[in-house]
């Protein structure tokens, strides 16, 4: 299969059209487009190692969440790591292909996949963009649970050995919002729509204040709120080319450390 169809079929399940304003979705590095695919290395971020790890594997295409390519460049010579990957990839002719806010944006895209792994119903957009499109996910519980077993549960579905979280007044946890990566922004439309949970990547010191008496407001890490993204891109692409080799990356690339 070309890997030109293969990243059709990404299209097809996340339109570009989707895409925030600021994002830079899509074709990174295409200079073999139109090649057969040999395989594809799924990951979150693409770094030097990750190009490595595909070069190893045979790989030609790699798919990440976030897109290598975000901001212009005005030279690529090699001062930084974004530049070296460019070269690096070109150097051996591997496609480099990014699905991030429009595979967040997504029917059954990346906040879909949060909610399915909290075992979430009734499921509907927090901010729809469309009847196929949103921002963020609300949905219930299959039942009501205590405040503290709930963030357990969040702890070992994310793998994690902590989280944030503010000082929430309330004691049992029922409908869940949750966004993907920075989601703070939908804090406010998540207690509009009558959440008694947000979860999100990414927060920040001072969003915290304020929410005590309205909604328990829980950060995970960016990273570890998009870590199953690969399971969405793994789906599409398999249904695509049922015979081509997939592979999850396994070089960790989140840059922040918990000592």
């Given at each position: ?10 299209e ?30 799924l ?6 190692a ?56 997504a ?9 399915e ?13 469309g ?27 994310f ?7 503010n ?9 869940v ?7 703070a ?75």
């Amino acid at each position: 299969m070309k890997i030109r169809q293969i990243t059709t079929a990404l299209e097809e399940f996340a339109p570009l059209a989707l895409q925030d304003g600021y994002d830079n979705a899509g074709l990174q590095i295409g200079l073999a487009e139109d090649a057969d695919a040999t395989g594809a290395l799924l990951c979150l971020d693409v770094t030097e190692a990750v190009v490595d790890e595909a070069i190893e594997l045979g790989c030609n295409l790699i798919v990440s969440h976030h897109p290598l390519l975000f901001r212009p460049m005005k030279s690529i010579s090699g001062r930084d790591y974004i530049e070296r990957t460019v070269i690096k990839a070109i150097k051996h002719d591997i496609t480099i292909y990014s699905a991030h806010t429009n595979l967040d944006s997504a029917e059954h895209g990346v906040n879909y996949k949060i909610a399915e792994k909290l075992n979430l119903q009734s499921l509907q957009w927090l901010n729809p963009k469309g009847e196929s499109a949103g921002e963020g996910i609300i949905g219930l519980l299959p039942k009501p649970l205590p405040k503290k077993e709930f963030i357990g549960i969040v702890k070992d579905v994310f793998n994690l050995s902590s989280l944030r979280c503010n000082d929430w007044q309330g004691e049992m946890v029922t409908t869940v919002a949750l966004c993907g990566g920075s989601g703070a922004f939908l804090i406010p439309k998540a207690i509009e729509k009558g959440a008694d949970t947000f979860l999100t990547g990414e927060i920040g010191y001072h969003r915290f204040f304020g929410y005590e008496q309205d909604i328990l407001l829980l950060e995970l890490g960016h990273f570890e709120s998009e870590q199953y993204t690969s399971e969405i891109l793994q789906s599409v692409i398999s249904k695509a080319a049922p015979s081509l080799a997939i592979h999850k990356s396994a070089i960790p690339t989140n840059p922040i450390l918990y000592l």
